[in-house]
């Protein structure tokens, strides 16, 4: 055999192995990839001076495009927590809850802002900084309708967002209503519009928002009280420690400077859209 017939079967034979192997990476590529340095992003952004952070666009009063900005009280505690870090540069990515941890493992935003509850079972695919805020999951219904809270919705349909923690516990506490899943805040209002599920459910101050920027904010009402606990976190990939870190000690230091407080209150104090009483704080840890 000569040797250019023997490399031409040796190119078919390599070719064939990698078609049975599939998408899998051959084990000595595995073996470099692993080996690889991770990206060390606080080490980027603190050298560009700039972040890409995935916002919400349709999830008043947290995110929501406007014009070719964003506004919402997330924006502000991310542009606050980037000042902070002394960042001049950012760029917000709008996401979804359906798509936000996806984003981030992809690597198309460094950070994720977007009333973003931290629960066990996302741990396990991001990391959160310490709390920012804190809700708790309602029930929004129509003026008119009989439903008094969460213990009404047997037989019932009620439409959440996909994504989100609302569809989880939905159906931990009313086993016997029906979900609708829609794929963001816009197509959920929408649907609950054209009367297409009985009550719609997420965090209170998302309802809230929905609520008072309908075309008639007089034909809702809230059903009940909130039924559980969403402390909301920056999401940032795993094993990005000095990144996490720097967002920890922004976050805490805007609460001891009191920025933190007149973010809140621009958003839900006295006389503000979205006036509310926030029973939240958070403990600094000591220097
Ligand atoms: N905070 C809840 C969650 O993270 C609901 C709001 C949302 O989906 O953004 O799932």
New binding site residues.
Partial sequence: MSTRCGLFLLAIFGMLLAACDGDRPAPAAAAAAAAAPREDIFARVMADKRVRIGV?AD?PPFGVASGDTYVGFDIDIAMAVAKQLGIEQVEFVPVT?ADRIKRLLHGDVDMVV????ITRYREKKVDFTLPYFQDGEGLLVKKESPIASYLDLAGKTVGC?K????SYYMKQVAPDCATKVYANFDELMAGFDKDEVDAIT??TL?LIGLMKNAREPDAYRLAGDRFTT?P?GIAVPENQSRWRDALDSAIQELWENGRWQVICDSWFGPGAKYETSVNFSITPYPH
């Fill in positions: 919400k999830t809850s977007a009333s973003m509850t967002v994504g989100s923690t609302s997420t965090d998302i969403e909301y």
